[in-house]
């Protein structure tokens, strides 16, 4: 099982629509959890944090996280062609042992179609 | 602000010469983690490194290693390259909290290394 997964993409929706993206984590002494986008050729950019149980909004993103069942995801409304990218899930564990590592899923690609 | 920025944007070298790349962290920020990312295996975590002392390591052989100056300033070092080292290397920096999970990383560029 690989410690972090995000349903497979890639994931298409029209433009205005809400696109879902979900992740799931396998280490239940993570504490942290972050989503970051990365367009094609370009390094990851951070979008949401979140490290309390339930929703923490930032204009058209909503980031909901559930520890219980180890799920964080992201919701993004009015969806734009410009949100058209890789979206990556990252997970950092309690601890001394987590020092600056953040555990990434493989990514999901959206595409928003005009 | 300022944000991460790396050098060089990109580099090509051939098997067995050795690469050494350059990240500046954010003005502030103390810590600097350092990642790998490949299509097949995606963003895998090299080591981090925090006031001149490496405080973490992933999964890499010996070859790859890195340091940081005084400045927060960072390098990484990847010895005898092979064909497999040919990856997007990004580097993060983040204020460096030790006690909380909240230390939010920022990536730099990256740095396209293709090994011929």
């Known amino acids: 099982q690989k410690e972090v997964e995000q349903n497979s993409g890639p994931l298409s929706v029209p433009e205005g629509a809400i696109a879902s993206l979900n992740c799931t984590y396998s280490d239940r002494v993570s504490q942290s959890f972050f989503w970051y986008r990365q367009y094609s050729g370009k390094s990851p950019e951070l979008i949401m944090s979140?490290?309390?149980?339930g929703d923490k909004e930032d204009g058209r993103f909503t980031a909901q996280l559930n520890k219980a069942s180890q799920y964080v995801s992201l919701l993004i409304r009015d969806s734009q062609p410009s949100d058209s990218a890789t979206y990556l899930c990252?997970?950092?564990?309690?601890?001394?042992?987590?020092?600056?590592?953040?555990?990434f899923g493989q990514g999901t690609i959206l595409t928003v179609h005009p | 602000k300022a944000g991460v920025t790396q050098t060089p944007r990109y580099l090509i070298k051939t098997r067995g010469q050795q690469v050494t790349l350059s990240c500046s962290p954010i003005s502030g920020h103390r810590s600097v983690s350092w990642y790998q990312q490949t299509p097949g295996q995606g963003l895998q975590f090299l080591f981090e490194y925090f006031s001149e002392t490496q405080r973490n390591k992933g999964n890499f052989p010996g070859r790859f290693s890195g340091r940081q100056f005084s400045n927060s300033r960072s390098e990484m070092n990847v010895s005898t390259l092979e064909l497999g080292d040919s990856a997007l290397y990004l580097c993060?920096?983040?204020?460096?909290?030790?006690?909380?999970?909240?230390?939010?990383?920022?990536f730099g560029p990256g740095t396209r290394l293709t090994v011929l």
């Open positions: 990252a997970v950092k564990r309690a601890g001394g042992t987590s020092y600056g590592k953040l555990t």
């Open positions: 993060a920096s983040s204020v460096g909290l030790a006690s909380t999970g909240t230390d939010t990383q920022y």
């Open positions: 979140i490290y309390s149980n």
